[in-house]
């Protein structure tokens, strides 16, 4: 088993910055690639990013490339979303999940391996 807990949201005025952080704690926590997904009202749960366990490999959709970046640390068994120049439509529920990643998407593992979630709003 796999627990997940998000923190580091809020609420930025467009073009303000913030970092998420996903704490993994479990027997085999670092051995799984991770990502960020997220979910605002009326819209459909979308990937955002993804860093592959061993080599670090990256992913991210093109709505944030050059804009987030995502990166972990696992002797603190933790993966972040550092998120700059944000946008309202970047407004959402921010969720991480461990992940299988297939050609370079970020595909969902498992339902249980969820966090929470932790809610960014961006607006003015």
């Known amino acids: 088993q796999v627990l997940l807990v998000e923190s580091g949201g809020g609420s930025v005025q467009p073009g303000g910055s913030l970092r998420l952080s996903c704490r993994a704690s479990?027997?085999?926590?670092?051995?799984?690639?991770y990502g960020w997904f997220r979910q605002a009202p009326g819209r459909e749960r979308e990937e955002v990013s993804c860093?592959?366990?061993?080599?670090?490999?990256?992913y991210y959709a093109d709505s944030v490339k050059d804009r987030f970046t995502i990166s972990r640390d696992n002797a603190k068994n933790t993966v972040y979303l550092q998120m700059n120049g944000l946008k309202p439509e970047d407004t959402g529920v921010y969720y991480c999940?461990?992940?299988?990643?297939?050609?370079?998407?970020?595909?969902?593992?498992?339902?249980?391996?969820w966090g929470q979630g932790t809610r960014v709003t961006v607006a003015s």
């Open positions: 999940a461990a992940v299988l990643i297939v050609q370079g998407k970020c595909v969902p593992y498992d339902s249980n391996y």
């Open positions: 479990g027997e085999s926590a670092n051995w799984y690639p």
């Open positions: 860093i592959a366990g061993n080599d670090g490999s990256t």
